[in-house]
């Protein structure tokens, strides 16, 4: 027997920042049809992270109610590139790596989304055959004025910066997109708000029920500050390494434990009560839940015994200083070193700015003993020791 409608309603709702409907949605749920649910990926790297993953695990609660998840690829919007929160025009792709990066965003995706219940789709398919009559019919469902509302456009413009005419062609594109697979629902983050209005606008000028729309929370990067993006390099990539994905997850603020606990994981609604409880009151050492959080998380992306395994070794190097078993090596000829020198040509650190950077944060050990001073230099007469930050290690060794 089909899930009630309202019951259905409220799976939705969880973890959700805001439906646009709820009304609307409850008469779509009560059709007890499959609906159509999209979700539009402009792919603009190989990698899926847990940000993503926020929206994709909602997508999958959809599916699991009986429903359809509707995967629209921006091979055509992708080469203009979405503006949304950006504060400049982000860079074009090209349709050859928008094919690239699908095959192996194919491979994560059903890692969390049912594939017999999912359709890919090319937005190429419909607006890389619209005429220029078709395309001055689209503009003309839209005003400027309404355009330029968007925060980034209107920053931009205050800014003295550049808005180009294909940035303001993107949330018409998107709009449409919706038209075209006559969408009955669409998910995307707070952050996509504008361009998801944009599609019930046009849905209503082609005579259509306009799709409800679900916006789920932006999740911020392991630096607790920015939103979890690639570009930030604050991320934690579902194909990441077990230990790398467990490393990462142990050094979010205390403050996201919660959020990533209810977005990104599988965990019981009730643990997770009692461990924000138990945070809120102070019974409970925040260093023990994210230590749960990230078994958690390695357990969903590898397995219980990779979970186990990474958290016991991370005990033995973190809590109880021991080494790694295996230290990469690095072979140098010098018999001494700046320790700025050394940290860039081993390829610890990106650049001299960054290697001075983490000395000052305290996150260079060498031999176990905290580096501070800029200028130190490092005797490489015999095998050292480096530490960067909480999970690298690099054994420099002389040729």
Same mark, same amino acid.
């Given at each position: 027997?089909?899930?009630?409608?309202?019951?259905?309603?409220?799976? $939705?709702?969880?973890?959700?920042?805001?439906? !646009?409907?709820? *009304?609307?949605?409850?008469?779509?749920?009560?059709?007890?049809?499959?609906?159509?649910?999209?979700?539009?990926?402009?792919?603009?790297?190989?990698?899926?992270?847990?940000?993503?993953?926020?929206? =994709?695990?909602?997508?999958?609660?959809?599916? /699991?109610?009986?429903?359809?998840?509707?995967?629209?690829?921006?091979?055509?919007?992708?080469?203009?590139?979405?503006?949304?929160?950006?504060?400049?025009?982000?860079?074009?792709?090209?349709?050859?790596?928008?094919?690239?990066?699908?095959?192996?965003?194919?491979?994560? !995706?059903?890692?969390?989304?049912?594939?017999?219940?999912?359709?890919?789709?090319?937005?190429?398919?419909? =607006?890389?055959?619209?005429?220029?009559?078709?395309?001055?019919?689209?503009?003309?469902?839209?005003?400027?004025?309404?355009?330029?509302?968007?925060?980034?456009?209107?920053?931009?413009?205050?800014?003295?910066?550049?808005?180009?005419?294909?940035?303001?062609?993107?949330?018409?594109?998107?709009?449409?997109?919706?038209?075209?697979?006559?969408?009955?629902?669409?998910?995307?983050?707070? /952050? @996509?708000?504008?361009?998801?209005?944009?599609?019930?606008? =046009?849905?209503?000028?082609?005579?259509? /029920?306009?799709?409800?729309?679900?916006?789920?929370?932006?999740?911020?990067?392991?630096?607790?500050?920015?939103?979890?993006?690639?570009?930030?390099?604050?991320?934690?990539? !579902?194909?990441?390494?077990?230990? @790398?994905?467990?490393?990462?997850?142990?050094? !979010?603020? /205390?403050?996201? $434990?919660?959020?990533?606990?209810? =977005?990104?994981?599988?965990?019981?609604?009730?643990?997770?009560?009692?461990?924000?409880?138990?945070?809120?009151?102070?019974?409970?050492?925040?260093?023990?839940?994210?230590?749960?959080?990230?078994?958690?998380?390695?357990?969903?992306?590898?397995?219980?015994?990779?979970?186990?395994?990474?958290?016991?070794?991370?005990?033995?190097?973190?809590?109880?200083?021991?080494?790694?078993?295996?230290?990469?090596?690095?072979?140098?000829?010098?018999?001494?070193?700046?320790? $700025?020198?050394?940290?860039?040509?081993?390829?610890?650190?990106?650049?001299?700015?960054?290697?001075?950077?983490?000395?000052? *944060?305290?996150? $260079?050990?060498?031999?176990?003993?905290?580096?501070?001073?800029?200028?130190?230099?490092?005797?490489?007469?015999?095998?050292?020791?480096?530490?960067?930050?909480?999970?690298?290690?690099?054994?420099?060794?002389?040729?």
């Amino acid at each position: 027997m089909a899930m009630k409608p309202e019951k259905q309603l409220e799976i $939705i709702r969880t973890n959700v920042a805001e439906i !646009i409907s709820e *009304e609307e949605l409850l008469k779509k749920l009560k059709k007890r049809k499959k609906l159509r649910v999209k979700l539009g990926i402009d792919p603009s790297g190989p990698e899926i992270h847990l940000g993503f993953s926020v929206v =994709l695990r909602k997508l999958r609660q959809f599916q /699991d109610l009986g429903h359809i998840a509707v995967m629209v690829v921006g091979d055509f919007t992708g080469m203009i590139g979405d503006p949304s929160g950006v504060s400049k025009t982000r860079p074009k792709l090209t349709k050859q790596q928008i094919k690239k990066y699908m095959v192996k965003y194919k491979e994560q !995706i059903f890692r969390i989304l049912d594939p017999k219940k999912t359709e890919f789709t090319y937005n190429s398919k419909w =607006l890389g055959s619209l005429t220029m009559y078709d395309f001055i019919e689209l503009a003309s469902m839209y005003t400027v004025a309404r355009i330029l509302e968007r925060d980034d456009f209107s920053q931009r413009l205050k800014d003295g910066q550049p808005v180009y005419m294909h940035e303001i062609l993107y949330p018409l594109c998107q709009g449409y997109d919706s038209v075209a697979i006559e969408a009955d629902i669409e998910l995307g983050g707070t /952050d @996509q708000k504008f361009n998801l209005l944009v599609g019930r606008e =046009l849905m209503r000028e082609f005579n259509m /029920d306009p799709q409800c729309i679900v916006m789920l929370p932006i999740l911020e990067g392991t630096d607790g500050v920015r939103k979890m993006s690639k570009s930030f390099a604050n991320y934690i990539g !579902i194909t990441d390494s077990a230990k @790398q994905m467990f490393g990462k997850a142990m050094s !979010i603020p /205390d403050e996201l $434990i919660i959020k990533y606990f209810k =977005l990104v994981t599988d965990a019981f609604p009730h643990k997770i009560e009692e461990y924000k409880m138990a945070l809120h009151e102070g019974t409970i050492n925040p260093r023990d839940v994210k230590f749960d959080l990230a078994k958690t998380i390695v357990r969903m992306y590898h397995s219980a015994q990779a979970a186990q395994k990474t958290a016991l070794d991370f005990e033995k190097v973190f809590t109880k200083k021991e080494l790694p078993k295996h230290i990469k090596q690095f072979k140098v000829t010098y018999k001494e070193m700046n320790i $700025i020198d050394l940290l860039v040509e081993a390829g610890l650190m990106g650049s001299r700015g960054e290697a001075k950077r983490k000395i000052r *944060e305290g996150a $260079i050990d060498v031999d176990g003993k905290k580096v501070s001073d800029l200028k130190q230099v490092v005797k490489l007469t015999k095998p050292v020791i480096i530490r960067a930050g909480k999970h690298k290690f690099l054994k420099i060794t002389k040729k």
